[in-house]
């Protein structure tokens, strides 16, 4: 009888976490697309809301503060930051610890997109049901944050 918690091998640790990584593809792929279709309403990109839910969550960042959070491309951030400032949902302000790195701060109206966001995506989790324990939910986000730590070598820029 195997004890189920214990800590695996390596090699067995390999295959199960091959498991989670075949589940996460096609999870974040529906969920992309079903945020793309509830974002068209909205006229916002995937991108654009990347950045507005960021700075809803932690406040003003500096777009090398977005693209380490978010495991992206500086220049990809700053095209998002580009296209939300020209929708008037960012604008930017000095930065008192870095002169040439500007904070990215939402304005209401950022705020008030994202939220609008936020509440319709929390409308449909309520849905998710299946018994999940919050025990259940803490286990796989310390999985998947193992996981993206284990690749924090990988270079995005």
Do not use: K, W
Request: hydrophobic share 40%; glycine share 6%.
């Amino acid at each position: 009888m195997n004890d189920t918690t214990a800590p695996l091998p390596p090699d067995a640790l390999a295959h199960r976490l091959t498991e989670v990584y075949d589940l996460v593809g096609p999870l974040y792929r529906r969920a992309q697309r079903s945020v793309e279709q509830g974002l068209a309403v909205d006229g916002l990109s995937v991108g654009v809301r990347a950045v507005l839910t960021l700075l809803h969550r932690h406040g003003p960042m500096t777009v090398p503060q977005m693209g380490r959070a978010q495991a992206i491309s500086r220049q990809f951030v700053q095209r998002m930051v580009n296209d939300a400032a020209a929708q008037d949902l960012v604008e930017s302000v000095p930065n008192p610890a870095h002169r040439r790195s500007s904070l990215i701060r939402l304005t209401d109206e950022g705020r008030a997109a994202i939220t609008d966001v936020l509440d319709r995506e929390h409308a449909l989790l309520r849905e998710v049901g299946g018994d999940l324990t919050d025990t259940d939910v803490a286990t796989c986000l310390r999985v998947l944050g193992a996981m993206l730590h284990a690749l924090d070598h990988v270079d995005v820029t």
